[in-house]
């Protein structure tokens, strides 16, 4: 219960819906009934998650789902839990609104269900169309465990009333069908009057409000009222058998048990009287045996006492000398665990240090690279612009001569005035070319130094990159010898510390066998002896008790079993008598069980031959009413023929 409260609150929570009171009420009272008539609050998601937990629920088994308003849908889901539940037997889903979605459903559910005893249908509208009921009717000629069906007030018509007589034809396990408010008529009536004369299983069938001739209830009524005879009869004649089988049986078993219980007694007796005699003759040899072996006895435990004080002080040594051995051990152990988690430790904070002065080389020299090719960009800009500086300078210096040759043409061939004029123009434009080839000069040496400055950072970058480099790799190089030389060291150390655990485990091991072993074999000697020592002083109290007593007693005894033998011998005849007569009493009882079970076999025919001849009494009377029925409307039918009145002459 507790499992499904859970699972039932947790569906509820995982689709948002509100549990059912009803439902909650039938949990904590326990009940095997579910009832939820009623409640206004039940949703469709209620039920599907309702149908969801029951669907292999064995606790519920009986369902009532009335006047809560559930549609096609709802159905659909009930119905698809009942596929899979094996434990309900009763459903209720009266005053619903279930129409042709519902009605099918109802009928996949009946063709599976194997359980399901009684399912109420009352007040809903499966009948709407004519067609509706069909697959409903279908699947009643092939399930075999419903009994009562309730179809109240589902305006079911002539065609469903048709469909119904010819699945109860063939149905052989309804016993009771509730028709009554819907429109069968006439023609549905006859057509379950034939059917009711090939069913011998349903004894109700209510069919008021239906428009039903009463020759049609009458017939009907005929057949349920034999049906429900036969059935009773078969009923007692199935508890009789029953009742008879059981009596046959009961005496059949005592009488088995007697004649075993004699077959006991004899042997018991037979085996008393083999061995008292047995018994009186190993006394008599036991009488001579028992004073030897008490002398024998005694010295031995004397011996027995002396073997048991040695062999307990060994032990008791072996013992002693193990848990030192044992205790040195673990101390060994223990210290060599230490010396090796402390090498660990170091070892792991070295290579730690190691790598990360290796990260940090690694990254000075990532960033003196990236120097060295921005140094590197800027030399190949100077060397450019030093360039185009060289050939700024060039070309002024063709100008120059340029204008130095057509000023001495223009000396030749022009006037003095002219020349004077040209003379002081190419002064002014070589003083300008003059001076511009000045700074073309100094822009040349100052890119010149700029240039030798940036060969000797270059130089010097270059310089500190090799030596971290060469630092670095020496740094590499270490560290990779320390690397290896700590484990080396720590790998050596390793093994020889395993190697010296190892032998000393080994010979641990071997010394605690050995004191294991030997322990063994004393504690086994020791178990031995004191068995022994238990033994032989058990037996020597027995004996010495028994030949005290045995002694005393023996000879009276032996006269009083002689007698005691002569009357068991009497005895025993006399039991073999009573034993034998008692046999021939059961024969005589299991004889007369015979002739009684023989006597109501005969009663159960002449009964069965009674039941027979009411039958065809019964059938006499049905083929009676027949005929008289078929008199009577013959002459109604004359009668009609005779009181219609004449059709007119022309």
């Known amino acids: 219960m507790e499992i499904f409260k859970a699972k039932y ?55 009532s789902l009335v006047d809560l308003l559930l549609d096609d849908e709802a159905c659909k889901a009930v119905c698809a839990m009942l596929k899979t539940n094996a434990s309900i ?119 008021d409000g239906n428009h039903v001739p009463e020759d049609c209830l009458a017939a009907i009524q005929a057949r349920i009222e034999k049906n429900a005879l036969d059935l009773s009869s078969q ?22 048990d007697e004649t075993t219980t004699l077959r006991s007694e004899l042997e018991a007796l037979s085996g008393r009287e083999r061995s008292l005699q047995a018994e009186t003759a190993i006394r008599a040899a036991n009488e001579e045996s028992l004073g030897v072996q008490l002398t024998l006895e005694k010295n031995d435990n004397e011996a027995l006492r002396e073997t048991i004080a040695q062999l307990t002080e060994t032990i008791s040594r072996i ?42 080389m690694q990254s000075s020299l990532t960033n003196l690279t990236s120097e060295n090719r921005v140094l590197q960009e800027k030399m190949n800009a100077l060397q450019m612009l030093l360039d185009e500086k060289q050939a700024a300078t060039e070309k002024l210096l063709v100008e120059r001569d340029r204008a130095h040759e057509h000023l001495v043409g223009a000396v030749r061939q022009q006037h003095v005035g002219e020349l004077a004029r040209v003379r002081d123009d190419s002064r002014a434009a070589a003083a300008v070319l003059e001076e511009r080839l000045k700074g073309v000069e100094a822009a040349r040496m100052h890119a010149e130094n700029e240039r030798d400055t940036l060969k000797r950072e270059v130089a010097a970058l270059k310089s500190t990159i090799d030596a971290a480099a060469a630092a670095a790799s020496q740094a590499v190089t270490a560290h990779q010898d320390a690397l290896f030389r700590l484990r080396e060291y720590h790998g050596k150390e390793r093994e020889e510390i395993k190697a010296q655990m190892a032998a000393r485990l080994a010979e641990q091991d071997a010394t605690c066998l050995t004191f294991r ?99 065809a009494t019964i059938a006499s009377m049905a083929e009676d009413q027949r005929r008289r029925a078929a008199a009577l409307e013959s002459s109604l039918g004359q009668y009609l023929a005779s009181s219609r009145p004449a059709p007119p002459e022309d």
């Open 319 to 360: 013992e002693r000398e193990r848990d030192a051995a044992t205790e040195t051990a673990r101390i060994e152990k223990q210290d060599l665990t230490q010396r090796h988690e402390a090498a660990r430790a170091s070892a792991t904070a070295e290579s730690a240090r190691l790598t990360k002065e290796l990260t940090l």
């Open 89 to 207: 037997t009763c459903i209720d889903l009266t005053y619903n609104k279930i129409r042709t979605g519902g009605a099918q459903a109802i009928a996949e559910m009946l063709r599976t269900n194997a359980t399901l005893k009684e399912l109420y249908l009352g007040w809903n509208t499966l009948g709407e169309f004519d067609s509706d009921l069909a697959p409903l009717c279908t699947a009643l000629t092939l399930n075999r465990t419903l009994e009562i069906l309730d179809l109240r007030n589902n305006q079911l018509g002539t065609a469903a009333g048709v469909r119904l007589a010819t699945a109860l034809e063939v149905n052989k396990t309804l016993r009771r069908i509730n028709l009554m408010w819907n429109n069968i008529g006439a023609a549905g009536s006859r057509a379950l009057v034939s059917a009711m004369a090939c069913n011998s299983t349903i004894i109700e069938m209510r069919l």
């Open 517 to 615: 072993a030997t322990a063994e074999e004393r504690s086994t000697e020791l178990a031995l002896v004191k068995a022994q020592l238990a033994e032989s002083q058990r037996i020597s109290a027995e004996a010495a008790t028994r030949a005290a007593q045995e002694q005393v007693a023996l000879r009276a005894e032996l006269a009083a079993a002689n007698t005691k033998a002569t009357a068991d011998a009497v005895a025993l005849a006399q039991q073999r008598v009573q034993a034998e007569a008692a046999a021939a009493a059961a024969v005589r009882e299991q004889e007369s069980l015979k002739e009684a079970l023989s006597r109501k076999d005969v009663e159960i025919k002449q009964l069965m031959a009674t039941i027979q001849k009411r039958e």
């Open 235 to 256: 009923v007692a004649l199935e508890k009789m058998a029953t009742l008879l089988r059981s009596e046959a049986e009961e005496h059949k078993a005592r009488a088995l």
């Open 9 to 63: 609150k947790k569906s509820c929570d995982a689709v948002q819906a509100l549990p059912v009171r009803g439902v909650e009420l039938a949990l904590e009272s326990g009940s095997r009934t579910l009832s939820l008539s009623g409640d206004s609050v039940v949703d469709i998601n209620a039920i599907r998650v309702l149908c969801k937990c029951l669907a292999h629920d064995i606790h519920f088994t009986e369902i």
